[in-house]
């Protein structure tokens, strides 16, 4: 059984940082890509970034690029979002998800058919 | 960079068929994929590569993509079916995710 479990969020003062994390378990982790996704309150589905299977590409949303950072160690089976500069704007419940690789155009960036449950985080004074 | 457009809400009697559409500029030519996501949970696969539905999802979920135009279908509305859907695709020209700002779907 696939799981995603993050963790890191909480409640931190703008320009603050913290590090995002996602233990996966039930598959073949060095296999596939992974995403991280937002959802602001209230608000709808927002992609942040994902990365390559071996981790040797990396991609942003144009919200995020130059302050966030994914990353991830196929030793820990586990994927890194580190958050800089973090603005209220940042508010959101970030959810980690495992890609599918595309079968059409053979990339590692198919449909997302797993997902965590997310971790709250909250940029405020 | 690329913009998928969906209606906000969308609306169905208990048994009947709603469509929830998705548009981009010739989407035609790209794999959909859809996500139904619940009040307070993670958002959930219900179909990839237009018309392809995973493993656990009912027959009453059907999908197509033409033109500029996807298409989510749920035939014979259930109260269970009531959820925000999101379509979704991954645009090469930029390397990026995109999402369409959802649809509420009521079941009433």
């Known amino acids: 059984e696939v799981q995603l479990l993050e963790s890191g969020g909480g409640l931190i003062q703008p320009g603050g940082s913290l590090r995002l994390s996602c233990a996966a378990s039930?598959?073949?982790?060095?296999?596939?890509?992974m995403t991280w996704v937002r959802q602001a309150p209230g608000k709808g589905l927002e992609w942040v970034s994902s990365?390559?299977?071996?981790?040797?590409?990396?991609h942003y949303g144009d919200s995020v690029k130059g302050r966030f950072t994914i990353s991830r160690d196929n030793s820990k089976n586990t994927v890194y979002l580190q958050m800089n500069s973090l603005r209220a704007e940042d508010t959101a419940v970030y959810y980690c998800?495992?890609?599918?690789?595309?079968?059409?155009?053979?990339?590692?960036?198919?449909?997302?058919?797993?997902w965590g449950q997310g971790t709250r985080v909250t940029v405020s004074s | 960079s690329y913009v998928l457009t969906q209606p906000p809400s969308v609306s169905v009697a208990p048994g009947k068929t709603a469509r929830i559409t998705c548009g981009g500029n010739n989407i035609g030519s790209k794999s959909v994929h859809w996500y139904q996501q619940k009040p307070g949970q993670a958002p959930v696969l219900v179909m990839h590569y237009d018309n392809d539905r995973p493993s656990g999802i009912p027959e009453r979920f059907s999908g197509s993509n033409s033109g500029n135009t996807a298409t989510l279908t749920i035939s014979g509305g259930e109260g269970g079916d009531e959820a925000d859907y999101y379509c979704?695709?991954?645009?090469?020209?930029?390397?990026?995710?995109?999402f369409g700002g959802g649809t509420k779907l009521t079941v009433l």
């Open positions: 998800a495992k890609m599918a690789w595309d079968i059409i155009l053979i990339i590692p960036y198919g449909q997302l058919d797993y």
């Open positions: 979704q695709v991954w645009d090469g020209s930029t390397d990026h995710v995109v």
């Open positions: 039930g598959f073949t982790f060095s296999t596939f890509a």
């Open positions: 990365i390559s299977n071996i981790g040797d590409s990396t």
